[in-house]
């Protein structure tokens, strides 16, 4: 499956020596490979230092698969999949409904595969996952009877590969039921967010439950996910979500479950907030969930400004010893600097912030120290005091 090389300099090779997986296109001395292929990666004096995918288009030249000269060839990434499953089935999670590839993190950049029930939902981001697409395909069909491939991430640009979906095998059904721990779940594979739902906030759902209780807000619903886990725990909950398709999905869910106590509201939360707290509603419960406010780096202050707008307007609308579960998944906010932004929310509301818990996506979304970008979910429970 190997064919081709590239030469880094000395920034690059340092780079993987400290344990990050990428190069980038500035640290590329010399490059003899075609587009999507697995190279030997050289140092200038021309010591292989392992094996990666090359992208012609990104600015992330070279994305590692394999320290030093070992051979990449189909039963590798057979073991690197049995890895992926045997770290699963360690942390004891859910194999029907759960993240198996989580790319960087389990050491095979660029793909992500989601398990849904017997269904796989596959993300293929580089040129170097595009070109073993068929091999990937034959290995997984031996265990599953359908495979959607959805490659329709506008990431895929980046590297100049077209956007669309596949189906491999049996067809995907519109509509997929699915359980999240006791409560069952309406999502679209084809059309959801992400690949259908946000696995990486299942592990703070239940996290979520455990403190959770009296009246509560779930701020940015989508399909309910915080919502519906609290529910039994909290006396009321009101769903919002800017879209009015959320809402929908809220609300069959509740009515799914039979729960009766959950209202889906269709409004801008920054607008419910400031509303509620004019009308001098008072909360038990606050959970913000918003979608990422830093797509990059240039946005990070304006995006600091709308976190600390939610999370100051929350702080406020809490009874003293409220709980405020409040998440970025901005991977250039860091969680240094969310810790930060919610420190200045709590000085403008005048409360204190204890923190319960700190964290981050779900377990199934491992995060690999010397590869930040694999830390993107920041989820931090509070208890508000005044
Ligand atoms: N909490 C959900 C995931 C939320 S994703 C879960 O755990 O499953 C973010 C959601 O925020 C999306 O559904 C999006 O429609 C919604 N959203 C984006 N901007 C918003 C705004 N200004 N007010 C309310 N909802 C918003």
């Given at each position: 499956m190997e064919n081709g090389s590239v030469v880094i300099r000395k920034r690059g090779a340092d780079r993987i020596q400290r344990g990050h997986l990428w190069v980038y296109r500035t640290d590329i001395a010399n490059v003899d490979a075609a587009p999507g292929s697995i190279v030997s990666v050289r140092n200038e004096r021309g010591v292989v230092l392992g094996k990666a995918f090359y992208s012609s288009?990104?600015?992330?030249a070279l994305r590692f698969?394999?320290?030093?000269n070992v051979p990449i060839d189909e039963s590798f990434f057979r073991l690197r999949f049995e890895l992926a499953d045997g770290l699963r089935e360690r942390l004891g999670v859910d194999p029907f409904l759960s993240r198996r590839i989580y790319s960087e993190g389990d050491f095979l950049p660029g793909l992500i595969i989601d398990r849904y029930q017997d269904r796989l939902v596959v993300q293929s981001l580089i040129q170097g996952t595009d070109k073993i697409q068929p091999f990937m395909t034959e290995l997984l069909r031996q265990r599953y009877p359908s495979i959607l491939f959805r490659n329709d991430s506008r990431v895929r640009e980046l590297e100049g590969l077209e956007l669309k979906q596949e189906v491999v095998g049996e067809p995907i059904p519109e509509t997929l039921i699915v359980d999240e721990d006791g409560k069952k779940i309406a999502l679209s594979?084809?059309?959801?967010q992400k690949t259908g739902s946000?696995?990486?906030?299942r592990d703070n759902h239940q996290a979520a439950r455990r403190y959770a209780h009296g009246h509560a807000l779930d701020a940015f619903t989508y399909a309910g996910g915080f919502a519906l886990q609290i529910s039994e725990v909290c006396d009321r909950v009101e769903a919002v979500d800017i879209s009015a398709g959320a809402v929908e999905m809220v609300r069959a869910n509740a009515k799914r479950n039979g729960l009766t106590n959950i209202e889906a509201i269709e409004a801008n939360a920054f607008d419910y907030l400031r509303d509620q707290h004019r009308q001098g509603a008072r909360y038990d419960t606050i959970i913000l969930d918003p979608p990422a406010f830093a797509k990059n780096k240039e946005s990070l202050e304006g995006a600091l400004r709308g976190y600390k707008e939610i999370n100051n307007r929350a702080m406020r609308l809490l009874r003293s010893g409220g709980i405020l579960i409040t998440c970025s998944c901005s991977h250039h906010v860091t969680e240094g600097l969310f810790a930060e932004m919610l420190a200045d929310a709590a000085k403008d509301a005048g409360c204190w912030a204890r923190v319960l818990e700190r964290r981050f996506q779900s377990r199934d979304h491992p995060i690999l120290l010397t590869v930040p970008?694999?830390?993107y979910l920041k989820c931090f429970i509070l208890e508000i005091r005044y």
């Open positions: 288009k990104s600015q992330i698969l394999a320290r030093g594979l084809t059309a959801g946000y696995l990486d906030q970008e694999t830390l």
